[in-house]
């Protein structure tokens, strides 16, 4: 075949780059070694686990479990109604957003309902939640006299996980209603179609993939978290609390493995769908911007009613997240409420080390972000940029990545590394280290950071990097100097993200951490489970501040040195 | 400032690529040979998609050839990488670093090439001066118009005194006057620095004006090459004839040689074409003819109806049918001559020097 030779000389041209067939080496190990490898194991251990040979021993025991079984049928129950709940509530956020005339007061609450569950711990709305609703409630008891109120359970977790949830939906399909071409429902509207027509028989069908992805994306958040369900759940077990469980209450290793092996299916199969299918569909009927500008809508008896009744939904949202730092700020919640005191956070840093959590929540954290935005940004320019072979394996595995659930990983690194690779020995220093859960923290960022990557370096023209190339730079200095400080907004908040998604994690990060580490978000989750709240949350508004802090930082430094962005204004 | 210049050879030169849809493979560029020499400036001229771009880009080194060998200077180059090569490509979007100015953007690759600060500066200095670009080397690209930043991308490449200057539609984001503007200058500062240069373009004017030799690309083959004189008055077929400039073609059989011209008969009339070395007596053949070479008369070969008439001011334009063909006619210095109405029946005519057969 002819294409041999070309190929063949595009191996040799990557030959002859040393740094680049380094970079691509030492990735493809990384993503192996870290992504698949864990994976892999879990699949062996529940096949080979019972030390018969292949069999499918292991599932059939614990698929015999009733609390398997129960919260399999949990996971799957609560994923479908917060899936559709978020998608529904989204979908009504983004509409009011687009089509709506709104005051600057509405958008403004808009915009901070976006952006809170980003910056959050992913705890802190279960721990409102049970303030304001619970047993002692302020909402439920102070305020309408309810002394019995439970919300643990399957409601207090929809309700939770959907306030968590619904802003990604309202974000995502804010982008897609924003490119719906007005002019195909103005014709609709021209040939005498009622507004609810219009957007029964137009925009509805236009979305209706979007809306699909929107589901499936909350559906997959839904059924990995595990902070929510730990917390706020009850007795009522979803699979991710179940396995964690089964490691750490039953010590049963093989049947978490196994357990663990059916959740991965379940979330890689949404994954599969919401990738391949519905992607492209969405794209195929949404193509391109939208030409004109859309007439909003502006009678009165529509836009008031729509304005106030999201505008008291955001006002809820935000007085969840703002209910955790008042709470500790209380003598004792639930019974005391003045003065205001600041005697938690008193006991946080003398009774219960909190100044070592937080350094070694912060440290580890602050190591792991730069790792992660600049793997993100090797691996998005590799993918974007760069043609070989094994770019496929690379895109794939990184995006792939997304779909594994903290919990399953979290397992996967048990039964990966504890003994060594291939319980071997190798690696078995790793286990039990600092090194290791950065190592998580990294892996748990890296496909928020190469999506946004990705979608930065599409912006920018391939012909600039050619250029550069074409000038005499090798591939490392192309990067350096010329891609890099292109995207130099999007590395920095990259870099940001990954460390608030850092600082807040928990699913994998609690199966994996050894009392030599205390970390804040496993300390939080250690005193809600406790019922002391108050110390939780004062754990937990230090953190909030934290977060927000570097946030804003981020935004301080993107103002004063963000290249990127005044070169793209000017344009 | 001249270096050693290079030419560039293609050996039998094929690209494959996949077609996004089908998955089927063509060849985008098919078994190419072709010789450019040390100091000349070659155009690659065709149509959208003929594979124009991708030979420029195999001769650069972004895209590897999948038959044949490219010399650059007499070596073969194929498997050097695009910066270990010594070409410099003009890109059509310019691609200009957006994050450095104007001096740092020429700098680029001397610095990448390890000069002294003085003479980086001297040498980045005396290139701005030939663009015409003196006194703005601290502007950020943005601040530039697009001929300026025309410029810097072609002062960014003359700088490293490539063996070969390569350019990628250059001037197709500009608007028609700079356009003509800017292709005087290219050339000119082509000739001055004595570069060898591969231009593509598909636009037929900017080639003729500009270069030692156009080749002519027809779906990924070369279907013609040669000075732009040779393929104006001699094109090789009704394709290359029809691209450049407008052609007219009269269908007709060669009758036999008469002292070197041949004689063609058309619809039963001869006519005597000075150019028709090619053609066997007895064999099908076509009459091409410029516009501007067709006479409109009282007399001659064949009968036309004139179906448009209009008044270019330096020609009078003329759509005439012969039977089914239509033709046109550019009769230059209209005044004073005679000017035949819309309706009106006439005849055409030619100098056998003229014409050429195909
Ligand atoms: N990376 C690619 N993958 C698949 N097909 C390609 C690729 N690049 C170019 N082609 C195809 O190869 C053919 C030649 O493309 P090329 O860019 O060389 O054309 P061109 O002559 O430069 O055209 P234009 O004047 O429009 O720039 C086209 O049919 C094009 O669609
Ligand atoms: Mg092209």
Known sequence: ?571 | MAKEKKGVRLEHISKIYQDPKTHKDFYAVHDTSLEIEPGSFVTLLGPSGCGKTTTLRMIAGFESPDEGEIYLGGEPINALTPNKRDTAMVFQSYALLPHYNIFDNVAYGLKLRKLDKETIRTKVMDILKLVGLEGMEARMTNQLSGGQQQRVALARALVLEPGVLLFDEPLSNLDAKLRVSMRTEIRRIQQEAGITAVYVTHDQSEAMALSDKIIIMEKGVVSQMGSPQEIYYHPKNEFVADFIGDANFLKGRMSRHEGGDGIVSIGGTEVRVAAAEGVADGADTTVVLRPESTVLADKGYFPVKVVVSSFMGAYQLYHVMLGETKLIIHEYNPKGKKIYAMGDTAYIGFEPGNAHCI
């Open chain 1, 1 to 571: 075949m002819a294409t041999a030779q070309g190929a063949a000389l595009d191996r040799k041209k990557l030959m002859a780059d040393p740094i680049m067939v380094t970079t691509i080496v030492v990735l493809i190990t990384f993503l192996t070694l870290f992504i698949l490898y864990p994976l892999a194991i879990l699949l062996i251990d529940s096949l080979y686990g019972d030390g018969n040979g292949l069999s499918l021993s292991v599932f059939k025991r614990v698929l015999a479990m009733p609390t398997f079984t129960r919260a399999i049928g949990n996971t799957l129950k609560i994923g479908f109604v917060v899936g559709i709940l978020s998608t529904l509530i989204g979908l009504l956020f983004a509409y009011v957003e687009v089509y709506v005339k709104m005051n600057r007061f509405a958008g403004g609450l808009f915009k901070l309902v976006s952006m809170l569950p980003v910056v959050s711990p992913p705890f802190v709305l279960s721990l409102s939640m049970i303030m304001l609703f619970g047993r002692s409630g302020l909402i439920t008891r102070f305020l309408l006299g309810i002394y019995d109120n439970n919300v643990y359970g399957y409601w207090g977790i929809v309700i939770v996980q959907t306030l968590t949830f619904f802003p990604v939906c309202y974000m995502m399909l804010k982008g897609l209603l924003k490119n719906i071409d007005p002019s195909l429902e103005e014709a609709a509207r021209d040939m005498g179609a009622s507004r609810w027509k219009v957007f029964t028989d137009v925009t509805f069908p236009l979305m209706l993939p979007g809306l699909g992805n929107a589901f499936l994306v909350t559906f997959i958040e839904s059924i990995a978290d595990f902070a929510n369900p730990m917390i706020i759940g009850g007795s009522y077990d979803t699979l991710a609390t179940t396995i964690y469980l089964q490691i750490t209450g039953a010590m049963d290793k093989v049947g978490a493995a196994a357990m663990a092996v059916v959740l991965l299916c379940i979330t890689l199969a949404m994954f599969a769908v919401q990738k391949f299918y519905l992607e492209s569909k969405t794209a195929a009927t949404l193509t391109g911007k939208a030409s004109r500008a859309r007439m909003l809508i502006e009678d009165k008896s529509v836009t008031i009613p729509l304005t106030i009744l999201c505008s008291l939904g955001a006002l809820f949202v935000i007085v969840m997240y703002i209910c955790v730092p008042i709470g500790a700020l209380f003598p004792t919640w639930g019974y005391k409420f003045t003065p205001l005191t600041f005697k938690w956070f008193g006991q946080v840093f003398s009774k219960y080390k909190g100044l070592k959590a937080f350094r070694d929540s912060f440290v580890l954290s602050l190591i792991a972000s730069p790792i992660t935005a600049l793997l993100s940004m090797i691996i998005s320019y590799l993918v974007v940029k760069r043609k070989f072979k094994a770019k496929g394996f690379i895109e794939a595995v990184s995006m792939l990545a997304m779909a594994v659930p903290g919990t399953v990983l979290g397992v996967g690194y048990i039964r990966g590394f504890s003994g060594g690779l291939f319980r071997t020995g190798f690696l078995q220093g790793l286990y039990g280290t600092g090194a290791i859960l950065i190592i998580v923290f990294v892996v748990r960022s890296l496909p928020t950071g190469t999506r946004s990557g990705i979608s930065a370096l599409r912006q920018i023209d391939k012909s600039i990097e050619e250029s550069a190339y074409d000038m005499g730079a090798d591939s490392f200095k192309v990067f350096m100097t010329v891609t890099l400080p292109l995207i130099k907004d999007s590395f920095l908040s990259g870099l940001v993200t990954a460390f608030v998604r850092s600082i807040t994690a928990i699913s994998a990060i609690i199966l994996l951490v050894t009392p030599s580490y205390l970390l804040i978000t496993v300390q939080i989750n250690e005193f809600a489970e406790k019922g002391a709240f108050s110390i939780a949350c004062a754990f937990a508004t230090i953190l909030i501040l934290i977060t927000y802090g570097s946030v804003l930082l981020m935004n301080l430094v993107m103002k004063f040195f963000g290249t990127s962005r005044k070169i793209k204004e000017d344009e």
